[in-house]
């Protein structure tokens, strides 16, 4: 029997466009995460393109000739053979034939890092880390998986603050712009957030027991309940875009008295982001840098980028505790002041 096919289609601010094709089951994560940025204008209307067509065929390696970069991957049983090809017309194709568990990767570990490889040729940046706004400035808040950023965007929102980005952010121009996908939420997350109070019993429920999953596995499976965001806080703010006043990278507490701030110039900043992005790529490409359609390699042009746009910006390493309270969480402003304060020399 053939399955069903499904086209989803997606707009990233009039920048970005995507095309999903796929069978239904297959393409439904994608549509999950990207559901609020849904679009009905071709991907190559906008700056830059992705066509992404998945499904459970095999593919010969060089069939369709001309790849940029093939490569076969698998995680926890999800197995898959992905080719990016550069289109005639601009942008790229991302061809991806898997098993049904590949289902549970493709949003995170193909679709997403081919559109942050789309987003680089037209020098948009597209990084790991959140992005707190006051509604007039915003600051990037990164780190690798885990280290609190959820958590600090949360705590932002409980402070009367308008969401922004929580796991990627998307800048052009040195404006951060929302990027609004499902909040990643652990039974901790339910348990602190104030904002998280009005979030249905089912949903807090599904993040207690997805959490008990997680420890199960060792946090091998990242079981996290994936809220949308106006389904956990129905009364969420979406800000406008944003330019950025500044960047905080979160490392991990030596202990509860760890407090220490350190100053990190641009170039240091970028350096570290950089790391923390190509491992937010999941394997995209084997590992290897990928080539870029008009010359150059994906990593080595986005670190470039992510020093040009924190060149002149306030950058600290913090540890990831708790916001700070008070006047801190007042505006961008004061927060990055807080840190400023704090900072060892």
Not at 76 to 81: E, I, K, S, V, Y
Not at 226 to 252: D, E, I, M, Q, T
Not at 280 to 288: A, I, P, V, Y
């Amino acid at each position: 029997m053939l399955e069903r096919c499904r086209t989803f289609r997606f707009s990233l601010h009039n920048l970005i466009g995507g095309e999903v094709s796929g069978p239904r089951w297959f393409t439904a994560p994608v549509e999950h995460e990207l559901a609020f940025h849904k679009s009905d204008s071709a991907p190559f209307d906008f700056k830059a393109g992705v066509e992404v067509v998945i499904g459970t065929a095999a593919y010969r390696p060089g069939a369709l000739g001309g790849s940029l970069l093939e490569w076969e991957g698998s995680h926890l049983g999800a197995r898959w053979r992905t080719a990016l090809y550069e289109k005639k017309e601009g942008g790229l194709l991302l061809n991806v034939a898997g098993n049904r568990l590949t289902r549970f990767i493709v949003a995170k570990w193909l679709v997403e890092p081919a559109v942050r490889v789309a987003a680089v040729t037209e020098d948009i940046i597209m990084t790991h880390a959140a992005s707190l706004s006051d509604g007039r400035k915003s600051i990037l808040v990164s780190g690798p998986g885990g280290a609190g950023k959820t958590t600090w965007t949360l705590q932002w929102l409980d402070a009367g603050h308008p969401y922004l980005c929580d796991d990627f952010s998307l800048v052009d121009q040195g404006k951060c712009l929302p990027y609004v996908t499902p909040l990643r939420l652990g039974l901790k997350n339910v348990l602190q957030s104030r904002t998280l109070q009005e979030m249905g019993t089912a949903m807090k429920t599904e993040a207690a027991a997805r959490t008990l999953l997680r420890r199960a596995t060792l946090g091998r499976a990242k079981f996290y309940l994936k809220a949308p965001l106006h389904k956990a806080v129905p009364a969420a703010v979406v800000s406008g875009p944003a330019p950025l006043g500044g960047a905080l990278l979160l490392r991990k507490p030596k202990d509860k008295q760890d407090r220490k701030v350190t100053r990190l110039s641009a170039q240091e900043l970028a350096e570290l982001q950089a790391g923390i992005d190509s491992e937010e790529m999941h394997g995209f490409g084997r590992g290897k840098d990928v080539p870029l359609a008009g010359g150059g390699f994906y990593l080595e042009k986005h670190k470039r980028l992510l020093a040009g746009l924190l060149e002149g910006l306030p950058c600290f390493q913090v540890p990831s505790l708790p916001l700070p309270e008070g006047e801190a969480l007042e505006s961008v402003d004061t927060l990055i002041s807080h840190f400023r304060s704090k900072a060892s020399i």
